[in-house]
C-alpha cells in the first residue's frame, strides 16, 4: 500500500486525490508490517519492500504525523529503525546506475536525480539532529 509513501515525501494525499485517511489506526489490517509475523523479524530478516514500508513510516513520522497508525509504527518500530537509519538511508534515498537511460542523456539525468536526492536528504535531516 504506497499511500504511506505520499506523506513521507512531504504530499497531502488530498493532492493527488485520497479522499479517506488510510492511516487511522482502525486501518491497520491494510499494511502488512503490522502483521505479526513482520512485527517479530529483525530488521535484517525483511524484505526489501517491507523495509521500504517501515521507512516510508519513519519518514512521514519525521515529518510530524504522530496519529493513528503511525503511533502504532513508533510503537513496533520507531528505536529499531533509528539503529539502522544510515543503512536505509542509502538503500532507498540513493541514486543507482541504469542501463536503460540513453548514453546521451544519462549525464543530465543522473545529475537532476542526484540534485534532488541532495535536497531531499537535507530536509530529512532538519527534521531531526540524529540523522
Do not use: C, W
Not at 503490522?34 to 535484517?44: G, R
Not at 544510515?86 to 537511460?101: D, E, G, M
Not at 530536509?123 to 540524529?130: C, D, T, V
Amino acid at each position: 500500500m504506497k499511500i504511506v509513501l505520499i506523506p513521507s515525501i512531504g504530499t497531502d494525499p488530498k493532492t493527488v486525490g485520497f479522499t479517506k485517511n488510510l492511516l487511522k489506526f482502525g486501518n491497520k489490517e491494510l499494511f502488512v508490517i503490522f502483521s505479526n509475523k513482520i512485527q517479530t523479524k529483525n530488521i535484517h530478516e525483511l524484505s526489501i519492500n517491507n523495509l521500504e514500508r517501515i521507512f516510508s513510516f519513519y519518514l512521514a513520522y519525521l515529518r510530524g504525523f504522530r496519529y493513528g497508525i503511525v503511533k502504532l509504527f513508533e510503537k513496533i518500530y520507531l528505536k529499531k529503525i533509528i539503529k539502522y537509519q544510515k543503512y536505509l538511508i542509502k538503500t532507498f534515498i540513493s541514486v543507482y546506475p541504469s542501463t536503460t537511460v540513453p548514453a546521451e542523456l544519462k549525464s543530465k539525468i543522473l545529475s537532476i536525480f542526484e540534485e534532488e536526492k541532495d535536497a531531499f536528504l537535507k530536509e530529512i535531516r532538519s527534521f531531526s539532529l540524529k540523522i
